[in-house]
């Protein structure tokens, strides 16, 4: 398996232009993590979903973020307008919890610039 | 309170030593745990799970103590490949099977 696909992995955009995040969980995986991290907050869960349902989006930080996940293979995160504070790396995760693995899987992340 | 507690350190220590980090987690329902470990730029890895008994991989010994609601990495005649910043995660059977980290704890093994 070539592991969880995210992509872009590098994106500079301008405050107010729309950003979408993509990512590709491994095969098999029934739960999906989408994750933030900065310097000052850490890696911070922004919402997860099992099964292709979304589970927990309270840690979205406002209106302007949204996820989906339209089948097992495949889920976004969009950013609309983005503004400069949104600058972070988005790392996309998925895990295995039916064969009692357990184990979070991450990708090699998306490094955002807002300017 | 946060979910998942961590001693950010940093911890300095030369080659040789060894070194011990604590982590405490707030929900006594917790399911399962783990040890991952982060290089700069990269993303987070797997490192070791955390067994009720306790587990050894090699230089590497992890522990739960769920009575008192922490788990512990310990690393042994740490080498300078051992640099990088530790994060405990803990998987929650009671929050639709939330994964909870810490915010790491930063380790710099010098010569």
């Known amino acids: 398996d070539a592991g969880v696909i995210q992509s872009p992995r590098h994106e500079v955009t301008e405050m107010g232009q729309e950003v979408t995040l993509r990512c590709k969980p491994i095969?098999?995986?029934?739960?999906l993590f989408w994750y933030r991290q900065t310097m000052m907050r850490g890696l911070e869960l922004l919402i997860y979903?099992?099964?292709?349902?979304?589970?927990?989006d309270s840690g979205m930080p406002e209106d302007r973020f949204s996820a989906k996940m339209p089948n097992a293979s495949f889920s976004t995160l969009k950013i609309q307008p983005s503004e400069p504070r949104d600058s972070a790396v988005y790392f996309c995760?998925?895990?295995?919890?039916?064969?009692?693995?357990?184990?979070?899987?991450f990708g090699a992340g998306s490094r955002l610039t807002v300017l | 309170r946060k979910e998942v507690e961590q001693d950010p350190g940093p911890f300095n220590v030369p080659e040789g030593a060894t070194v011990a980090f604590n982590c405490t987690y707030s929900?006594?329902?917790?399911?399962?745990f783990f040890w991952y470990r982060q290089d700069c730029r990269k993303e987070p890895k797997l490192l070791m799970s955390v067994y009720s008994s306790g587990n050894e991989d090699g230089r590497f010994t992890a522990q739960l103590n769920r009575a008192s609601q922490y788990i512990s990495l310990l690393i042994r005649d740490s080498k300078l490949s051992d640099s990088a910043t530790y994060l405990c995660v803990v998987n929650s059977n009671t929050n639709a099977g939330k994964s909870t980290f810490g915010d790491g704890t930063t380790l710099t093994v010098k010569p």
């Open positions: 095969s098999g995986h029934d739960y």
């Open positions: 995760a998925s895990r295995d919890t039916l064969s009692g693995a357990n184990v979070l899987t």
């Open positions: 979903f099992n099964n292709n349902v979304p589970i927990d």
């Open positions: 929900n006594s329902a917790s399911q399962s």
